[in-house]
């Protein structure tokens, strides 16, 4: 039971940071980049909801933000169509 609750609060956290329109509105305006807009509110979210990390990405699934900053405009590993077509994806990662 554990298990269905940490994936319904990292479907809440990522919804809630998917409406942010600062969020969204600096992932059109601006490139990737360690320092940008979306660096620090990610950071923010995931520090007040306790979480390792909060994966941001744009439309086609490059990497707006990660806890390593050498990652941020690489290609995530997920396929983000799903995501785009509002279905929800829930993975776990595989250091």
Do not use: F, K, N
């Not at 298990?3 to 305006?29: K, Y």
């Not at 620090?40 to 744009?58: N, P």
């Amino acid at each position: 039971m554990a298990g269905l609750w940490a994936i319904r609060r990292a479907h809440a956290i990522a919804e809630a940071t998917a409406a942010q329109p600062r969020i969204s509105g600096d992932l059109v305006a601006s490139r990737p980049s360690a320092d940008g807009l979306v660096q620090v509110a990610a950071e923010l979210i995931r520090r007040a909801t306790g979480t390792e990390y909060v994966v941001i990405t744009d439309t086609r699934g490059v990497r707006r933000w990660h806890t390593h900053t050498g990652r941020i405009g690489r290609v995530v590993s997920t396929d983000p169509s799903d995501v785009l077509a509002h279905r929800e994806v829930s993975s776990c990662p595989t250091h």
